[in-house]
């Protein structure tokens, strides 16, 4: 395991994360195979076991930067696909992603959102996470409440037959959720790809072919 310089002046918890970065080999393949960060590998493996990211696809990223879920969306939709990306921080252009620096909470998100795809979107991808407070509890409820505005935000835009993906966290307060999406999605399922680290709480939410209504 590689040492961390000036390790003893860092907090336990930064000298933990620290650690994890510079000895996971997802952070050391992201940096040789220049994606973003290692979470673009998380989407990748679960596109290859479930087929979201088919040529021509049209894609939708919530709070997208640094990017990495958009280079790969980009890459496997192809030039004939459209990838847009969303976030209310600004994001380094990536080629084949189009950018709106816009909050996805905003009630004009959704409308501008299918102005700049042309259409309804067949995907639309969420791996935003709240800032955490340190307070797991606390933590989760503001993960989940990302992910039902996502889901709410993905009803809005999605075509007939569409996909959503989006992180949640292990826990009990996931059952509103889940009962909604499987009202409105043929099929819903937790996934949890190799590249989500194993010590995680995170998994991802998988719903596919949407019941427009």
């Known amino acids: 395991m590689e040492r961390l310089k000036g390790d003893k002046r860092r907090t336990p918890s930064s000298r933990a994360w620290l650690a994890r970065q510079i000895n996971d080999p997802y952070v050391a393949r992201a940096k040789r195979e220049g994606f973003r960060s290692r979470a673009a590998y998380k989407l990748g493996e679960i596109d290859d076991k479930f087929h979201l990211l088919k040529p021509g696809a049209r894609v939708v990223d919530l709070g997208a930067a640094p990017g990495g879920w958009s280079e790969i ?3 496997r939709v192809g030039p004939g ?23 996805f909470l905003d009630a004009a998100a959704p409308e501008r959102l299918k102005e700049k795809l042309g259409s309804r979107a067949d995907v639309v991808l969420s791996d935003m996470a709240a800032n955490a407070t340190g307070h797991r509890q606390t933590d989760h409820l503001r993960i ?13 835009v999605l ?30 399922k937790h996934v949890k ?14 719903a596919k072919g949407f019941r427009a209504g």
Request: glycine share 8%; proline share 5%.
């Open 159 to 188: 075509a007939p037959g569409g996909s959503f993906l989006c992180k949640v966290l292990q826990g009990g307060t996931e059952a509103k959720l889940l009962a909604e999406l499987k009202r409105d999605f043929a099929t819903v």
């Open 193 to 206: 790809p190799p590249a989500s680290r194993a010590d995680s709480a995170e998994l991802y939410l998988l």
């Open 144 to 156: 989940m409440a990302l992910a039902e505005a996502a889901a709410l935000f993905a009803r809005e």
């Open 81 to 103: 696909g459209r990838v847009v990306a969303l976030d209310i921080l600004e994001m380094k252009p990536i080629a084949g992603v189009d950018f709106l620096q816009l909050d």
């Open 73 to 75: 969306a980009a890459r």
